[in-house]
């Protein structure tokens, strides 16, 4: 079946810091990309919707300028969490559509910001 | 706005029970609703999909049962073994398209 890998699956970094999450569907070409967070206890939270080539749509009260996606190919999608506070510790997960309309998940992303 | 729960939070049952893991949607206007299995440390697999026309879909000893009228979808799982331990997220499509608003999932454990 499909595989969508990302990568890293843990980081810690200091607070101020940047980090940058990668997100590749390994056998498909994911003409979309989404990029969800879930804290602790809570539900997993659809972030942004991206589309291959074009803009990132943000939901409502996500800051596109914190939050940075890009989705160059049709293969790689990336998050990049701009100075990054502790508040942003979260668990981060992108899932990926093709051609087939399924939808697959990445393995996700622990990031804790100390 | 949409929002999914699911009851209960965490549930512990013996090897070989049955059980049935419960999940309600304030909006019934869904254009389908899936069961996810999320394990730790890994991504979430999709089990069951159900289309807003079905009322079940079942695969092997897994069947999801679809009530749009009053919200509500039941997982059922017959048997239940160890390896059937995880958390299992309900989340439902309201125009078709893969945005998907979940639940905040059911910690299954399954004790040998």
């Known amino acids: 079946g499909a595989v969508v890998s990302q990568h890293p699956s843990r980081v810690i970094c200091k607070s101020g810091t940047s980090v940058k999450i990668e997100c590749r569907s390994l056998d498909f070409q994911a003409t979309t990309m989404f990029w969800y967070r879930q804290f602790p206890k809570q539900s997993l939270m659809l972030m942004a919707t991206s589309n291959e080539g074009s803009k990132a749509t943000y939901e409502q009260g996500v800051e596109k300028d914190k939050f940075l996606i890009n989705h160059a190919s049709l293969t790689l999608s990336t998050l990049t969490v701009t100075s990054a506070h502790p508040e942003d510790s979260s668990f981060y997960i992108c899932?990926?559509?093709?051609?087939?309309?399924?939808?697959?998940f990445g393995s996700g992303t622990q990031l804790s910001v100390l | 706005k949409q929002e999914v729960t699911q009851i209960p939070a965490a549930l512990s049952v013996p090897e070989g029970e049955n059980l049935v893991l419960n999940c309600s949607f304030t909006d019934s206007a869904i254009y389908n609703l899936q069961w996810f299995r999320q394990d730790p440390g890994k991504g979430l697999t999709s089990l069951l999909l159900?289309?807003?026309?079905?009322r079940e879909q079942t695969s092997g000893r897994l069947n999801a049962s679809l009530d749009k009228s009053s919200g509500r979808s039941t997982l059922y799982i017959a048997a239940s073994q160890p390896g059937d331990s995880a958390t299992y997220l309900c989340?439902?499509?309201?125009?078709?398209?893969?945005?998907?608003?979940f639940g905040k999932g059911t910690k299954l454990t399954v004790n040998p």
């Open positions: 899932s990926a559509t093709g051609e087939h309309e399924k939808l697959f």
């Open positions: 159900i289309q807003s026309s079905q």
């Open positions: 989340a439902v499509s309201s125009d078709g398209s893969e945005k998907l608003v």
